[in-house]
Each structure stands twice: as structure tokens, then as C-alpha cells.
């Protein structure tokens, strides 16, 4: 049942922190707080690259996965939708890893993407929510998130429980690879294991977040920006809008926007900003001075120490808990899912089941 929530959305929005939790605890050892994988048929430490491939929301984890591929363990990532993946003839060099992301693990292009990368003989790992299923049969490890049933049709927890594997996997990838210290390590995984209860406070935020809602809710198109990490972010808080709303969003990355999406900017298309402290917020926060110069109204996510900063530019702040900048986009995502439900409570949508959504989608 939905424990006295109004919808399975909202439930499960709220299983955020238990779900990262969880999954997180079977990939730590808590006695040496280090990352244990399970046996892998392969050796990490020497697969030339990695191929990310996913649909959906799954996609977004991925490519939050390939900053943490990237800069943490120096590995090579190409990162494509599966629907474009399966149709692309990739040179991969045998012994390669081929990274599937899937709640359902019954996506059909995803499960073409995974075929494809074994008739390359790619050594293929799959991150999935459910463990019976057909990616987990054709795949040679499975990393499961341990998020529980997702009945609402949006994805929302699934998506938390990946980035805390791929993260994970980034990690044991980095010391394998000799990119990650020891030292660096017991960091890492401290912030992680910090996370659940961090996503625990973001629920104070409900308010202000409704304020935002209040906003979206009367418009027309709104505009999701994020850079760095934070981009796939505004990737996954734009489509759940369109999901549960229908309210039409597009995400930019914030450098991108100059690009032609400013055209847009006026003070009718609100502007959804993820914007975490971090190296890359000056950058954002020009280019979100840039939109409120041409009338933009600004809604921004950031954390308590970007918050002071952002006060004076934008309309309505919302200002979650500061973390490592590794795991931000772990959090930051909570709120912009619980934007779009909230938008979605306001335009009356029947959120736990969109219209023309399938939960798994199993034909091409
Ligand atoms: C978004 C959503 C979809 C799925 C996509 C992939 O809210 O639910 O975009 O993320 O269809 O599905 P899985 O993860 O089952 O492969």
C-alpha cells in the first residue's frame, strides 16, 4: 500500500534515504569502511574502456556514472541512449566493459545495447533493481540496487540506489586503477555512507520547493540547467516534469545556453537551476546572472554553503544539506524529482500513472 502517502510518487520519493542506505551497505564493508565488489570474472584494473549505455532515467545515472568513471578512476567512457547504441557500430577492443543501467532490467533497447556489446566481447556489468530478469540472465555480473518494488510509473528512487552503485563502482575501479588512495577511499566512502541521512533533511525543504511548484505550475515550457555532474541532474528533473505534469522543460548544460537556448528567456519560461558549491558554481551562477539580465525568473537548488551567494539573484532558493562534491548530485536530485510531483499535485495529473507510460518498456 502507499503507508498513508497519497501516491506511490510520493512514497517513494520518501524511500530515498532508506534506498540509498541499503544499497550502499552491500557494497561497504563497515569494519574497513572500503568498497567491496563482488567477484568480477574480469579484471578491472586493465579493461581499455567503458560503454555506458541506458534509457530514460537510467541513462542520467549513466551519465553521472561517466563523471565518476572519468575523474575518479581515469577510465575512458563512451556513454550512449540504448536506442541509439544498438544501432551504432562502435570499434570497442574486446575485453572492454560494457556498463548497462536498468530499474526493470527488461528494457528492450537496453537489452539489444547489451547484445550488441557481447557479440564485441565486452565484459558486460548491469546495474539493476530487479534482480530476476532478462539483462540480469544475459549479463556477467549483476550490481543490484537494492531500491525495492517502483510501482509509480516515474522512476524516482531507482535512481538515487544506481548512482550509489556506480559510484561505488568508480570507486573500487579508482583503486584498482591506482587512481584512488587508500586515504582518499576512506573520504569517499564516509561521504557516502553520510548520504542517507543528509537526504533524510531534504524534506524540510518541502515548502519552498512548493513555492517553486507554485511557479512551474502556470507555465508553459520551463528551462532545466546544470553543469558538470549537475547536468544530468536538470536532465532528470526535466523529464520527470514532462512525465508527471506535461508541463513541456528542456535541459540545457548551464554553458550551453548562450548557444541559442537564451532566445527563449523571458519572464514567462522559468529557469530550474542545479547549482551546488563546488569548482563549477561561479560558472553557473554567471550565466544564470546572464538570464535574469533578459527577465528570466530564476527557482535554484543549491546546498547551505551556495545559498547565501544565490539569495539576492534568484526568486526562490531551496538549500539542501552541503556534501562532498562527489556525492551532490546523489542529492540534489531529491528535490527536483519532488519539484515535479509537486507540480503535478497542483495541475491535478493522475501521477502514479502518466499518460502513454509504460513502466517497463519492452518493445523498441
Ligand atoms: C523515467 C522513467 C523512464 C525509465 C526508462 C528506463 O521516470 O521511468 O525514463 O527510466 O524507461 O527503464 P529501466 O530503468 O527499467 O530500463
Keep these: 500500500g502507499k503507508d498513508g502517502y497519497r501516491h506511490y510518487m510520493e512514497k517513494e520519493l520518501h524511500e530515498h534515504p532508506v534506498v540509498i542506505g541499503q544499497t550502499l551497505q552491500r557494497l561497504i564493508d563497515p569494519a574497513t569502511r572500503r568498497v567491496v565488489l563482488p567477484d568480477l570474472p574480469f579484471d578491472l584494473a586493465s579493461v581499455p574502456r567503458a560503454v555506458v549505455t541506458a534509457c530514460g532515467s537510467a541513462f542520467y545515472a549513466g551519465m553521472i556514472g561517466r563523471y565518476w568513471l572519468e575523474g575518479i578512476a581515469r577510465l575512458p567512457v563512451d556513454i550512449d541512449v540504448a536506442s541509439e547504441m544498438r544501432y551504432r557500430d562502435p570499434p570497442l577492443t574486446p575485453g572492454g566493459l560494457g556498463l548497462l543501467i536498468s530499474q526493470s532490467g527488461e528494457t528492450a533497447d537496453t537489452l539489444a545495447a547489451l547484445r550488441g556489446m557481447r557479440a564485441r566481447q565486452q565484459h558486460i556489468v548491469s546495474v539493476l533493481n530487479v534482480e530476476q530478469s532478462t539483462i540480469a540472465r544475459e549479463s556477467d555480473v549483476v550490481l543490484g540496487t537494492v531500491a525495492g518494488p517502483e510501482i509509480s510509473v516515474a522512476s524516482t528512487k531507482a535512481f538515487t540506489a544506481q548512482l550509489s552503485v556506480l559510484a561505488c563502482l568508480a570507486i573500487a575501479a579508482g583503486r584498482l586503477r591506482g587512481t584512488v588512495s587508500a586515504e582518499r577511499e576512506q573520504e569517499m566512502v564516509a561521504a557516502l555512507l553520510d548520504l542517507p541521512s543528509r537526504a533524510s533533511e531534504v524534506f524540510d525543504q518541502a515548502p519552498a520547493i512548493r513555492e517553486m511548484a507554485a511557479v512551474v505550475a502556470n507555465a508553459r515550457d520551463v528551462l532545466y540547467l546544470g ?122 495529473t493522475d501521477v502514479d500513472q502518466p499518460r502513454n507510460l509504460a513502466k517497463s518498456v519492452t518493445v523498441e
Design 227 to 348: 553543469r558538470g555532474s549537475s547536468f544530468p541532474v536538470a536532465l532528470e528533473g526535466a523529464l520527470k516534469l514532462k512525465e508527471v505534469s506535461y508541463i513541456h522543460a528542456e535541459a540545457y548544460a548551464a554553458g550551453e545556453m548562450k548557444h541559442g537556448p537564451i532566445s527563449l528567456i523571458d519572464q514567462t519560461v522559468p529557469i530550474v537551476a542545479t547549482v551546488p558549491s563546488g569548482p563549477l558554481f561561479e560558472k553557473t551562477v554567471s550565466n544564470l546572472q546572464e538570464a535574469r539580465a533578459r527577465g528570466g525568473r530564476l527557482l535554484v537548488f543549491t546546498d547551505t554553503k551556495g545559498a547565501e551567494r544565490l539569495r539576492g539573484l534568484a526568486e526562490i532558493v531551496v538549500a539542501i544539506p552541503t556534501v562532498d562534491e562527489f556525492t551532490s548530485p546523489v542529492l540534489q536530485t531529491i528535490p527536483v524529482q519532488m519539484l515535479a510531483y509537486e507540480v503535478a499535485l497542483l495541475k491535478g
